[in-house]
């Protein structure tokens, strides 16, 4: 087995030139089973400098398309003084880099930008750097810089010595230092600045290699038969019906999961389709018309995320109180590309080449599916289609590693597009979510109350739950257990890692104000019940769904009381970063300050309208504020999204272009969730299946004007930045419906049939 | 199986292929090419686009014996990461992409579009692209790229 020593040593010639697409080469010849993640406390773990002075890093967080390897190296560079194209960053083999967990919830920016990990990482080789320079130059430290590569005296650049020098090939052999100095980012050179990213002119000229392009000696492809209906079992296959058919190695059942390995991958999608199988159904589906109510009568697990126990008597005392209820659907990933992933899984070793946002916990949990040590499974991660949180990449890769188990040699799978729909991913959840609240007789809120009702089933694999996703269940593992629970337990500590509580809540715990907002009367409970389907961390999972709720509620509460709903919004929250990206959205957007409606606005045809909504991603983890302007055409109930102003406040900027990147398309992707993505399903199976059936707005939309306001905080902690934008969109769209029409859409997705409904309904 | 004649990328390439295989499956399986990609496999999502004889074509749905003799380029026919085709490079000047999956079914239809009707309107392009998805909603840029290619072919 070659180390990762060795790696390193075998790949500094490599250091000079920056190159992802270095990585799978090298990564394959020395590929073996992984031995274990190297120490995160370990300097060495993640940062590597070559005879040539060229620096290695190694990080658990990986590139998505959402730009963190971009900043991940400006971080690298930042922190050792050398510039962009010095750096080389490694990021998720577990052979190779430190254990991160997974790349989610837009923890990457905190956990590798602050105080840990890479970020300290760099800080600690560069003063290490400086005491071996020191040593070598016999100059004292405080009277030297590190610049360019190079440790020299501050008075005299002629004395100076090049980090490969100093340490070239060598190990630091330190641990992490807590106290080794971040760089002020006031004095940043490389981070803070707009950086192109490194892959681009290999992807737009069809060289770059994702998962899909993955090809290994002797590889065999695979396809996978589903079950037609959702719970139908395995009765019968009969191998004999594809025996006969070109190139068909081999048909593989394990409980009830199928596949057909073959020497070409259009060989095998053609016996997958001719294998006959016989199927013993499961019970029919609750209805898709009635879900939203077919939820309040499951049994629950319920929790309170705040509760000031004096809600009930606030709202009897309340001079108005306004109650509405909003549903969201479940809504997909829908990849692009559908999901593909090639294993190799020979004797009791495998090497899994994946699209998985989780390579350790792919590795513990298809080593279950295997039936080897984990200890034997290495899992490089290569890139996919865009993911958003848990699309099939995990389970196809347990269904390459099956088939390549079952054969002994490597397989690669690629999905069809539906089995990508309908049987590879995990949804995000639908919601069903009542908001009460009352108002004094000035039109402040003194009380409010949120319930909702949420189905899940599955998740991320994590450590040991392989049938968390569909392919560790049809062989027979268990989704995570579900624990119902009533009534819930008292709230103990503020987390509002959901979005659960709205911005405008004190969240008071302890006497203080743990939330964003100044309302104490505070009650927000949660029912999680379970889901005919499997669902997972669709891009803001439950904060978008909750957003959207809040920030409606909170334009109907404005309505109410005839308040402007920038004014409003500021009138009840009390977080300076929050109130913040709220008025500088609402001063680029040129907010138009007045109540809504808008008054005047014709009853037919065409009408214009604004809205805002603003959220403080999961609590604290980034503050953001969207203005959209819209026309409802009032025959069709077509809406046409004109103009987005979006703000984000997300710490010390660590690439500004890149953060514009994720709001723009957060924003679209958010105003294509809400006016048209909608899982559909009939008594027995998915029906929304193709781009035909699951409505994804093309690029040939009208595409509105897209404004991004960056809010730079270089004193601050860095937060998330990529589930932002989303977040806000379903809400910010319908509260411009609403003022421009009067109509307030509670369902989303805002299709025309159910505007033209909520227009119906209007006084 | 059948002995098949490719053109692809101005090179011609003798295969032992199913005729019924679609162009795709040889682009990407025979023949190791990266810029096609298998999206949906039903033509509704634009990945899999080459162009043949001036035309965009998706490749998932065309049997490799309907294209025999025809001139096939795919998306590293256009350009090297050196020597960036015009459109690649606009892509590359806007930082046009975010997992970049659907990149090749995006330049590859506007490109062919823009070839025939340098003159498009932008109405005219959004139409042209009314059959491509972008799933990380790159939208704004990709667009901005489209334009700032065909202001070039016009110029």
Redesign the interface.
């Known amino acids: 087995m070659i180390s990762r020593r060795d790696f390193l040593a075998a790949s500094g010639a490599l250091i000079v030139s920056f190159s992802i697409e270095d990585r799978p080469a090298a990564a394959q010849v020395f590929g073996g089973p992984a031995t274990g993640s190297p120490p995160p406390n370990q300097l060495d773990s993640w940062i590597a400098i070559g005879a040539d002075g060229g620096v290695t890093a190694f990080s658990g967080k990986e590139e998505l398309g959402q730009g963190i390897s971009v900043a991940q190296a400006q971080l690298v560079a930042e922190e050792l003084c050398v510039s962009f194209q010095r750096v080389r960053l490694i990021y998720c083999d577990t052979a190779l880099t430190p254990d991160q967990a997974h790349t989610s919830g837009s923890q990457s920016h905190p956990t590798n930008f602050n105080h840990g990990n890479l970020a300290q990482a760099g800080a600690t080789a560069r003063e290490a750097l400086l005491r071996l320079g020191s040593e070598r130059l016999g100059i004292p430290v405080d009277q030297l810089v590190a610049a360019e590569g190079f440790i020299r005296a501050a008075s005299d650049s002629s004395k100076k010595v090049g980090y490969g020098d100093l340490i070239g090939s060598r190990k630091f052999n330190l641990t992490l230092d807590p106290k080794a100095k971040r760089k002020d980012p006031r004095e940043w050179t490389v981070l803070g600045k707009p950086v192109p990213q490194p892959d681009l002119p290999a992807i737009v000229t069809g060289q770059f290699e994702y998962v899909h392009n993955v090809r290994v000696p002797g590889m065999l492809h695979g396809r996978v038969v589903r079950p037609p209906t959702v719970g139908a079992t395995v009765a019968d296959v009969d191998e004999s019906s594809v025996a006969s058919m070109p190139g068909v190695v081999k048909v593989v059942v394990k409980k009830n999961f199928i596949g057909v390995v073959a020497e070409k991958p259009w060989q095998a999608l053609q016996a997958a389709g001719k294998l006959k199988v016989t199927w013993t159904p499961a019970p029919p589906l609750p209805k898709q018309s009635g879900f939203a109510n077919h939820l309040r009568t499951q049994p629950a697990r319920d929790t309170f995320l705040v509760n000031s126990n004096d809600v009930d008597a606030k709202l009897a005392g309340a001079a108005s109180v306004l109650k509405a209820t909003y549903f969201h659907p479940y809504q997909m990933h829908g990849s692009f590309g559908s999901s593909c992933a090639v294993a190799s899984v020979v004797d009791d070793k495998a090497t899994l080449w994946s699209a998985t946002q989780a390579v350790w916990y792919q590795k513990s949990s298809c080593a279950m599916v295997l039936g080897l040590k984990p200890e034997n499974v290495h899992v490089i991660f290569k890139r996919g289609s865009g993911c958003y949180g848990l699309n099939a990449a995990d389970t196809v890769t347990y269904d390459a590693a099956l088939l390549s188990q079952a054969v002994g040699k490597p397989v690669r799978v690629q999905l069809t597009r539906k089995d990508e729909m309908a049987w590879g991913e995990n949804y995000g959840n639908a919601f069903l979510m009542d908001e009460r609240a009352g108002v004094d007789a000035q039109g402040n809120i003194v009380a409010w109350d949120h319930e909702s009702w949420s189905p899940g089933l599955g998740n991320r694999p994590g450590i040991g739950a392989p049938g968390n996703v569909i392919t560790g269940t049809l062989i027979g593992f268990r989704p995570a257990a579900f624990n119902p629970r009533s009534p819930a337990p008292a709230p103990t500590a503020f987390n509002n890692n959901s979005n659960g509580v709205p911005s405008y809540l004190a969240g008071r715990f302890g006497g203080a104000n743990k939330g964003t907002g100044t309302i104490a009367s505070e009650r927000v409970l949660v029912h999680n019940v379970v889901s005919p389907f499997f669902t997972g961390p669709l891009r803001s999972p439950s904060r978008l769904q909750n957003t959207f709720a809040h920030e409606s509620f909170m334009d109907e509460l404005a309505a109410r009381v005839k308040a402007d709903p920038v004014e409003y919004r500021l009138r009840h929250l009390g977080h300076v970063r929050l109130r913040a990206a709220v008025e500088q959205a609402a001063k680029a957007a040129n907010w138009d300050a007045r109540p809504s409606p808008r008054a005047g606005n014709p009853r037919t045809g065409a009408a214009r309208g604004r809205g805002i909504a603003c959220v403080a991603y999961e609590g604290d983890n980034g503050y953001a504020a969207m203005v959209v302007e819209a026309e409802v055409d009032q025959s069709t109930g077509k809406v046409s999204v004109k103009r987005i102003v979006v703000s984000t406040d997300c710490g010390p900027i660590s690439n500004p272009d890149g953060l514009r990147n994720q709001m723009e398309g957060g924003a679209l992707q958010g105003m294509s969730r809400c006016l048209g993505e909608e899982v559909t399903w009939d008594d027995e199976k998915i029906t929304s299946i193709d781009w035909r059936t699951y409505h994804s707005l093309p690029l040939g939309f009208n595409v509105p004007k897209v404004e991004t306001v960056l809010i730079n905080r270089p004193d601050e902690e860095a937060t998330g930045a990529g589930e932002t934008s989303i977040t806000l969109a379903a809400a910010a769209i319908g509260n411009a419906i609403f003022d421009a029409t009067g109509a307030r859409v509670r369902q989303s997705p805002f299709t025309p049939e159910r505007v033209r409904a909520a227009l119906a309904e209007r006084t | 199986?059948s002995a098949i004649t490719l053109k692809v990328n101005g090179r011609t390439h003798n295969l032992d292929l199913?005729p019924a295989?679609?162009l795709l499956?040889a682009l990407?399986?025979d023949l190791?090419?990266?810029?096609?990609?298998?999206?949906?496999?039903?033509a509704?999502?634009g990945?899999c686009t080459v162009i043949i004889n001036g035309t965009a074509v998706r490749s998932c749905v065309r049997p490799v014996s309907s294209v025999v003799g025809a001139e096939i380029v795919?998306?590293?026919g256009?350009?090297?990461?050196d020597k960036?085709h015009p459109i690649?490079k606009a892509?590359?000047d806007e930082?046009a992409?975010?997992?970049?999956?659907?990149?090749?079914g995006?330049?590859m239809t506007a490109k062919a579009f823009l070839d025939k009707n340098p003159k498009a309107t932008e109405a005219e392009?959004?139409?042209?692209?009314?059959?491509?998805?972008?799933?990380?909603?790159?939208?704004?840029?990709?667009?901005a790229a489209i334009k700032r290619y065909a202001k070039g072919i016009k110029a």
Do not use: W
Not at chain 2, 35 to 41: E, Q
Not at chain 2, 78 to 81: K, N, P
Not at chain 2, 97 to 104: E, R, S, T
């Open positions: 199986m199913d295989t679609p499956y990407s399986d190791a090419l990266r810029g096609p990609k298998f999206g949906c496999g039903l509704q999502c990945s795919t998306l590293e256009l350009g090297t990461i960036p690649q892509f590359i930082q992409a975010q997992c970049g999956f659907c990149v090749n995006i330049i392009i959004q139409q042209a692209m009314s059959g491509v998805l972008c799933r990380c909603f790159t939208h704004v840029r990709m667009l």
